[in-house]
């Protein structure tokens, strides 16, 4: 029991900055005390700002608090040094001192210990020693601990220096209670852990989603190796079969055996070439759903909600299965068609040794052919067909060259570049008395037509342009509306400012979060119903995906809600040093 009076001691009248007994003691407004030196070298190196922080309870003094010594524990102290009552000596053996790739103690000073975990509240790592202090506090019980982390500041608003507790969907980023008041008010604002509960139920869904496309694509491997196996077996009895009957006719049938062999033993290398070809595409994409499952459930055991969040801006999202519909899992008859004509041979061996075996060969091939070529193929285009490009050097594959119609530019806009350059004139130069009607924006249509998989890049300049993506005819009705993309059906744009870019469809404005660019990549799938827009700067990064179905050609455009500005569809040359080739080569394919 003495023993346990005297451990007490001990920590009442210990520093939790330096774990030693305080010295020249100061005791700052919210009660707590600390040495003078450690609370002075830490409101120096962690709190640079106006606000200061008590390192055990986390109370905010605004102006920092004049520190004096506290005689009276100064004197508590002398007595307890007197009758031989010091700190207990620190386990050196046990002490792990944190290095260049270790999160470090926000409290200790000197040598830092190694951090065994992050609080979200205080905003702070801590050793197990200062750690203790939220295991045996009521009011730091109720705190949020992490694994230990170097982002914690990024948990912190840079306008009004709070935690960021609130999540603004209007605009999908992580405020403070301030900011929803201020910057976001009226915008549709949560809790960060309420964003976060609601992201976790999309990604759960969407990992179910792929779980199932892997169990569903590994089943499909399986019935495709079964039609390998099914196809040798075919092949192997066509062979013997032939090979009992034209034994009978050893002397006649000895060459005819031979191509017999040939014949079936090529096909049956052509047809199992063409499935284990479309069991490797299926694997691939297996693959490729495993990484992203993996990628998927490590951003779902991330502690941190805001890290989360900021991770998680969009979830992918998933094409339909690419070869479920296409795998025939009827059993399938491959070489028993030429068991047949060999039997049919042995009986009619003088009318049709001379001419007729090769014409019945010939049948029993293309019916092999046409049967399993139209599957075969079909998955095959499936398969290509939903098999997005993921990085800019793909992209540029389809690249294609984009000019202006003069016909449908505004009369404020000059083209130039040989029609690949517009440019808005100043206000004092547009007359508008020579208009026929003013849309209030200033468009302009590409002259050629879009189908197929294209890509194309824009650079603009000065206060902001909208990227355009239309129906040819949009601009031959009469109505205001229907004439201005974007407020239609019929048209799609991306708005882009210097800050900020929304997508505008059907008079919808939709933000959009990602970095803004004065380069803007777009890429149209029009079979597949897939138009993208990309941010391009040092990386790719992909603003907005539209998935519909497009039902005439599309027209690539612009339109100027600013005067002055100007927007330029970059060639081949500009957008690669190699795209040239590459868009010959999807030409040619």
């Known amino acids: 029991m003495a023993q346990k009076g005297v451990q007490l001691d001990r920590e009442t009248f210990s520093c939790c900055i330096c774990l030693d007994l305080l010295k020249d003691p100061v005791t700052i407004p919210c009660g707590h005390s600390y040495c003078m030196n450690c609370i002075k070298s830490y409101w120096d190196e962690k709190d640079k700002k ?16 004049l520190l004096l010594k506290s005689t009276m524990l100064a004197a508590l102290v002398e007595e307890m040094k007197k009758t031989g009552l010091q700190a207990a000596p620190t386990d050196h053996c046990a002490v792990h001192y944190a290095g260049p790739d270790d999160v470090a103690c926000d409290v ?47 948990n912190i608003c840079s306008h009004h220096d709070e935690v960021m507790k609130m999540f603004c969907r209007t605009d999908q980023q992580s405020i403070c ?16 852990a309420a964003e976060r509960t609601k992201k976790q139920r999309e990604l759960e869904g969407s990992r ?21 196996e099914a196809i040798n077996r075919s092949a192997d009895k066509a062979v013997d079969d032939s090979e009992k009957m034209f034994t009978e006719l050893i002397r006649l049938m000895e060459k005819i055996i031979s191509d017999v062999k040939q014949q079936v033993r090529s096909q049956q290398k052509i047809e199992a070439s063409r499935v284990k070809e479309l069991q490797e595409t299926l694997e691939q994409e297996i693959t490729e759903l495993k990484r992203k499952d993996a990628e998927l459930e490590k951003l779902s055991h991330t502690e941190d909600h805001n890290q989360f969040l900021q991770n998680c801006p969009s979830l992918p999202q998933l094409g339909q299965s690419t070869l479920s519909s296409s795998i025939n899992t009827q059993p399938l008859r491959y070489f028993e068609n030429v068991t047949a004509a060999v039997s049919q041979v042995r009986d009619k061996l003088q009318k049709v040794l001379s ?10 091939t293309h019916k092999l052919q046409e049967d399993q070529r139209e599957k075969l193929t079909a998955a095959a285009s499936k398969v290509r067909h939903n098999v997005s490009p993921t990085g800019r050097a793909e992209l540029l594959k389809y690249s294609c060259e984009i000019t202006l119609n ?44 879009l189908t197929g998989r294209c890509y194309w890049e824009v650079e ?32 799609w744009v991306l708005c882009c400012q210097k800050k900020n870019c929304t997508f505008l469809y059907n008079t919808v404005h939709t933000p959009v979060s990602g970095p803004v660019s004065s380069r803007i990549g777009v890429y149209l799938d029009h079979s597949a119903g897939i138009l993208s827009f990309y941010s391009i700067s040092d990386t790719l990064t992909l603003l907005h995906r539209v ?43």
């Open 208 to 228: 179910q989603n792929i779980q199932q496309r892997i169990q569903d694509g590994e089943e499909n491997v399986k019935k495709l190796q079964q039609e390998v």
């Open 406 to 449: 003069p016909n449908t530019a505004d009369k404020c806009l000059i083209l130039s570049e040989r029609n690949r350059k517009a440019t808005v004139e100043t206000q004092q130069q547009c007359n508008f008395k020579d208009r026929d009607s003013f849309l209030g924006w200033f468009q302009v249509l590409s002259k050629e037509s």
């Open 355 to 364: 001419d007729k075996w090769t014409v019945a060969m010939s049948e029993v």
């Open 50 to 65: 106006e606000i200061h922080h008590c390192p055990q309870c986390r109370q905010a003094f605004s102006p920092r608090p």
């Open 108 to 154: 200790c000073t000197g040598s830092k210990l190694k951090a065994f975990k992050s609080c979200l509240a205080c905003l702070a790592s801590f050793c197990e020693q200062h750690l203790q202090t939220h295991y045996d506090s009521a009011p730091l019980k109720k705190h949020k601990l992490v694994e230990p982390s170097k982002k914690l500041q990024e």
């Open 460 to 491: 603009w300049s000065g206060e902001g342009v909208h990227i355009v993506v239309a129906y040819q005819n949009i601009s031959k009705t009469k109505s205001w509306s229907d004439r201005r993309y974007g407020l239609n059906g019929k048209s």
């Open 177 to 192: 209670y301030l900011c929803s008041v201020d910057g976001h008010k009226g915008h549709d604002t949560v809790s960060v």
């Open 547 to 589: 998935k519909t179905s497009f039902t005439e050609p599309l027209y690539a455009g612009l339109q100027f809600p600013y005067f002055g500005v100007t927007a330029e569809f970059l060639n081949s040359n500009r957008q690669s040093s190699l795209s040239g080739l590459r868009y010959l080569q999807n030409l040619l394919r």
